[in-house]
């Protein structure tokens, strides 16, 4: 089925000169920039890339800020696209999403391996050594590798990615050039443009490779960018481990891993159980449920009162319970979301350092339950403690822990 979005133009644009119209077929892409303020990660912005069929040529889009959920929901797929071109920006007057395949399951770039985190064989990394006139990598090509894929290196993404999706998706080769250019810029869509040619004039085949890092000093106000759905990220922050565990995961599909705040409002990197929330720790319930890395077998969906075990994430091959999913009809952010119950507890080399705010505790998250979508941890909730929601009719109770099963209580009100 087709969907056609008219788009306005934001005014801001008007004043630049049309060049032409244009019918063009290719992929649309939302990068995330993971930004950083004093040293800290802050917060999050997006570009917007089409990347043409058949060219390799990579162009900017200009969207309405209002637009951009839309976008990321859709990012990686293929589009017929009627825009306008103003100083090579695309701005679109229409669009028609063409591919019929769901982009959960087919693998992000065009190589062989990884199979978007769905079972594939290992995945295939191009990582690419960026330098300018003015800068190089603050770390040496040996020091990524081994941060990727070390075979010493307990805590490398490689692991994480093992760990997390159960053996489903991990990194099994990556391959190390590098490449000079004459200015860097804090655009995963121009840094794309830049080095891709060189790429290929050097030999490369960049549709052999399930994804592409780029690596570069920290020239740019965020730590990475990445395509959603998408096959390339920028790593420019190498001396963080989490920052390539990070971006990857974008690239996987997942948004981040917020937090409810007290005031109602939200801290997108505040779920600290989770890589996508900016620490070095395993993927949170909601997106290994959303990769299928959680089996239906270990998941419950609650209708009714009553209490119920599950056991914690970070066990493989269990028949138990894992997730408990409640939906009791709320809107949160003009959107439907439902209630997941999971349990984190300090087991293997990520999670072992979990935050004693979520280790062994009930950890409450709310989501719209797809793909791409942003995660929202509510709360944790220690023995014999109780989160009751009086405006939705539902409580939960974390009754405690007896060998490594966890006894929930759900109650309709």
């Known amino acids: 089925m087709f969907s056609i979005y008219s788009c306005t133009k934001d005014a801001d644009i008007q004043d630049i000169s049309k060049q032409q119209e244009k019918l063009l077929e290719g992929k649309m892409y939302v990068a995330i920039q993971d930004n950083i ?50 100083e090579n920006v695309l701005v679109p007057i229409a669009l028609e999403y063409t591919e019929a395949e769901d982009i959960n399951t087919r693998a992000p770039g065009n190589g062989n391996g990884g199979n978007g985190g769905n079972g594939g064989g290992p995945a295939s990394l191009l990582m690419v050594m960026v330098s300018d006139t003015a800068s190089t990598p603050n770390c040496t090509a040996v020091e990524m590798e081994e941060q990727l894929i070390g075979a010493n290196n307990p805590l490398s993404t490689a692991n994480l990615y093992t760990e997390s999706s159960r053996g489903k998706f991990t990194i099994g080769s990556v391959t190390t050039v590098d490449v000079n250019i004459t200015s860097i810029t804090c655009s995963l869509g121009s840094l794309r443009s830049s080095v891709n040619p060189m790429l290929t004039t050097q030999g490369f085949s960049l549709n052999s490779y399930d994804y592409i890092m780029y690596v570069t000093a920290p020239l740019c106000s965020y730590g990475g960018v990445a395509t959603i759905n998408g096959n390339s990220f920028h790593n420019a922050y190498c001396t963080w481990p989490v920052v390539s565990a990070h971006e990857l995961g974008h690239c996987l599909g997942f948004h981040h891993s917020g937090k409810w705040l007290e005031d109602g409002s939200m801290s997108y990197y505040g779920d600290q159980s989770c890589v996508m929330g900016v620490v070095h720790r395993e993927i949170n319930a909601l997106h290994r449920m959303g990769k299928g890395w959680v089996g239906n077998k270990n998941i419950k969906s ?9 056991v914690p994430l970070e066990i493989d091959k269990t028949n138990n319970k894992q997730i408990l999913t409640v939906d009791v009809g709320m809107i949160n952010f003009n959107r439907p979301e439902q209630y997941y119950l999971s349990y984190r507890a300090p087991m293997g080399p990520f999670d072992e350092g979990l935050s004693l705010n979520v280790v062994n505790k009930l950890n409450i998250h709310t989501w719209v339950g797809e793909i791409g979508e942003i995660t929202r941890f509510l709360i944790a909730l220690d023995v014999g403690e109780t989160y009751t929601d009086l405006e939705n009719g539902v409580e939960f109770t974390n009754n405690g822990i007896q060998n490594e099963e966890m006894s929930v209580t759900v109650t309709f009100l």
């Open 37 to 86: 303020l004093d040293g800290h990660w802050s917060d999050w912005n997006y570009e917007v890339i089409f990347e043409e069929k058949g060219t390799d040529k990579i162009y900017p889009v200009k969207i309405d800020d209002s637009q951009i959920e839309k976008y990321i929901s859709k990012s990686g797929m293929s589009v017929r696209l009627e825009a306008e071109f103003h």
């Open 302 to 310: 609650v209708n009714s009162s009553g209490t119920f075990s599950i």
